[in-house]
């Protein structure tokens, strides 16, 4: 149904395999901090256990049996696609997820994210060192836990600022957080994405300086634009793939919406990646200095908190 580069993008998206994909797309994907939508992890996994819970209360399933199904169908899942460090630690999150609310538990995510890193490192230690896909996903996930809060405030305080610069009118039309309209659905949306993306870089940042040499400076607006359609291309290339098993012409007709979505995020990777300067080498060694960096930096926050 789908021509390439499509079917091999779309076969990353929804199973994270990524060996069919073109080497310059690839590299695309890796200039504009977008390769994590093509590696299975826990983005992914969160959309398939949605997908299943939602399915379940539309088919008015009851609690428990939803709880089963939701359960295994995120297991088959994980183990379908290879079960990297990534989709392990997604899925053990969320099975104690629903296992909290089936038993009517408080759910913390420290104690989620410190329980499934234990079990996966009593299993294999040598994930602590030498699998990177291990170490990227959970410090990503640190970061959307702990740091989105933060980069948060410091976005209502620059947000603050454009009102006092630029009068309350500009302010209330759109940079509101109350959802009246489209326009400030769609900004909210679009907040919500830019947080999430700017945490888990932040997160992650020294890592990949570490391993890589560079970092992407176009990452977060390509995440805002190319992460708003990835749900919407996974569910359309899942149907079409189901109906693909039935019937060629129902697949074909799916596989339109599907093309379109791929082509739309396609189409805003390569232009990020023509922006000029879009990575920048800093050498392996600004790693430590960032580190030194981030050290003060959460020294001085404990400092004000233990005075507030």
């Not at 200039?31 to 088919?59: D, E, Q």
């Not at 603050?160 to 769609?186: A, C, P, T």
């Not at 359609?229 to 569910?235: D, E």
């Not at 189901?242 to 697949?251: H, S």
Request: net charge positive; proline share 4%.
């Amino acid at each position: 149904v789908l021509q390439e580069p499509h079917a091999a993008f779309l076969s990353g998206l929804l199973i994270g395999e990524r060996t069919s994909l073109p080497q310059s797309l690839t590299e695309q994907f890796r200039r504009t901090g977008t390769s994590h939508i093509v590696a299975l992890s826990g983005y992914n996994i969160t959309l398939v256990g949605k997908f299943f819970a939602r399915a379940c209360i539309v088919l008015a399933i009851p609690f428990y049996p939803s709880f089963w199904v939701a359960s295994f169908s995120m297991v088959l899942f994980v183990v379908m696609t290879g079960a990297s460090a990534s989709a392990v630690r997604a899925g053990i999150i969320a099975l104690l997820v629903l296992i909290a609310e089936r038993e009517g538990r408080p759910y913390r995510i420290t104690n989620a994210l410190i329980f499934a890193g234990a079990m996966m490192l009593v299993h294999d230690p040598f994930l602590l060192r030498f699998d990177a896909g291990f170490q990227l996903s959970f410090l990503a996930t640190i970061g959307l836990v702990y740091m989105s809060p933060r980069v948060e405030c410091a976005l209502d305080r620059t947000r603050d600022g454009m009102r006092h610069w630029f009068g309350k009118n500009v302010h209330s039309r759109l940079f509101e957080n109350e959802e009246k309209n489209f326009l400030q659905r769609i900004i909210a949306g679009a907040k919500k994405l830019f947080i999430e993306t700017i945490a888990a870089q932040l997160a992650v940042l020294p890592l990949l300086i570490y391993l890589f040499g560079y970092v992407s400076i176009v990452s977060p607006l390509a995440n805002i634009f190319v992460l708003a359609a990835v749900p919407y291309a996974m569910a359309s290339g899942f149907i079409t793939g189901m109906l693909g098993f039935i019937a060629i012409w129902p697949a074909t007709l799916a596989g339109f919406a599907t093309w379109a979505l791929l082509a739309y995020i396609l189409g805003v990777v390569r232009l990020f990646d023509a922006t000029p300067f879009e990575t920048v080498a800093l050498g392996r060694a600004f790693a430590f200095v960032l580190l030194v960096l981030y050290g003060v930096a959460w020294w001085r926050a404990r400092r004000k908190a233990k005075e507030v």
